[in-house]
């Protein structure tokens, strides 16, 4: 068992650590230099959220299609740059004696 000395460094410890703790994080300048920031790179802006959440059925239906044709268009686009892209690659090589 330690001395009256280790108990009240001990104690002043356990207080010193979260006071210094919450004088450090709870800052307003460095919540604005250092969690703003990083709040910007994990959420998107407002302007790119959808708010305006569907509803009734009808509404949910609709939804739900367009979000199928968007996803479809984008399919579709980047199965035709797939599909370039392999194209010039076969007409670029002729096959594993290219240099030839």
Do not use: C
């Not at 460095?30 to 569907?54: A, E």
């Not at 949910?60 to 690659?89: F, N, V, W």
């Amino acid at each position: 068992m330690g001395s009256a000395n280790l108990e009240v460094f001990k104690f002043g410890l356990y207080l010193f650590v979260p006071v210094m703790a919450l004088l450090h994080f709870g800052d307003p300048a460095w919540y604005h230099n250092h969690v703003l920031p990083y709040k910007d790179h994990l959420f998107p802006p407002p302007d790119r959220t959808y708010s305006k959440i569907p509803t009734d059925q009808t509404a949910i239906r609709e939804e739900l299609a367009r979000i199928k044709a968007d996803k479809l268009t984008r399919r579709m686009e980047r199965d035709k740059e797939l599909q370039a892209q392999s194209e010039a690659a076969a007409q670029s090589s002729k096959g594993w004696f290219k240099w030839w």
